[in-house]
């Protein structure tokens, strides 16, 4: 995935670069055990066209033949970048991508953008924006969303918390978050607020722009804790060596959803559609099933739904 990815770290080489001389792990598109997420043979390229849907396409789109979508390819297992280049596309995001290229008929384009920028680049550079946003008030003043996942927000520490964190005492500790997401804003803003009306220090909030950078600087030990969407934080632990561990349960669970420009309100019905089509097919069941985030499933997309602030 509020003002976030909710959402988002990514399976990278970048990652790998960053933890492969602390943790010994393989190519960060990788799990612990050796073996690629995704790599169980499903290819949701090869899903069937649907003409009646392929023929809502706009004509904008139809004339080039390419779907092209945002992404901020560092947020592992929803969207990184891995494969034998280490440099192409890979989650379930990704996935979900082009099983609506392939109901539609079309090619897709995921191409990396820094998070925040995505949005303000829909209808211009973007036909979508399929990057772990979680849906909330200010995006839907913004764009137009279409829901197709649930997560929550997760806080990790270093193994054995050495630092004895705890996320009902966070004044004057220093946490970790990447740039723009709810875990940000409002999440630890907000806890940082209540520290400082209380007369106690706020909270040292370090901003990164990826959630891949996060995660190393909670590996070497420079942040105390760090807060991501909930695949996000599983998949960190995958990739770190053990040392890393969750702390907590997950809340704040809300909707993630597909990012249409706010003018375009064909676009966005017409993905509302393939996304409940691949929910009734079973092609959405099984790209989740493939990257071991059943938890997070739908039984229904909707255009812009309700949501708290």
Known sequence: MSFSPSKRTKALASLAIGLLSLTGCTNASQTSGGAAPGSTGFDPASVA???????????????????????????????????????????????????????LGLKVR???????????????????????????????????????????????VQKGNPKNFSVDDICGKTVGVQTGTTQEDPDVSGRSKACTDAGKPGVNVVTLKTQTDVTTRLVNGSIDAMAADSPII?????????????LGDVYAAAPQGIAVAKSDTALSELM??????????????????????????????????????
Not at 234 to 246: D, I, M, P, V
Not at 284 to 309: C, F, H, M, Q, R
């Open 272 to 309: 509302k559609n393939v996304m409940n089509k691949l929910i009734s097919n079973g092609t959405y069941g099984k790209i989740l099933d493939t990257w071991s985030n059943t938890k997070g499933a739908v039984t229904k997309s909707e255009v812009n739904p309700a949501v708290g602030n």
């Open 234 to 246: 599983g998949y960190a632990l995958s990739q770190t060596g053990g040392k890393l561990e969750a």
């Open 49 to 103: 066209r649907d003409d009646a849907l392929a023929a809502s396409v706009p004509e904008a789109i139809r004339s080039k033949g390419t779907l092209t979508v945002g992404a901020d390819t560092t947020y592992a297992p929803a969207e990184s970048l891995g494969g034998a280049d280490g440099q192409t596309p890979v989650g379930y995001n990704v996935d979900f991508a082009k099983a609506i290229g392939a109901t």
């Open 110 to 156: 995921v191409q990396t953008s820094e998070f925040t920028g995505i949005l303000p680049a829909l209808g211009a550079k973007y036909d979508l924006g399929i990057s772990s946003f979680t849906i909330n008030a200010e995006r839907l003043k913004a764009v137009n969303m279409v829901s197709y996942f649930n997560a929550g927000t997760l806080w990790a």
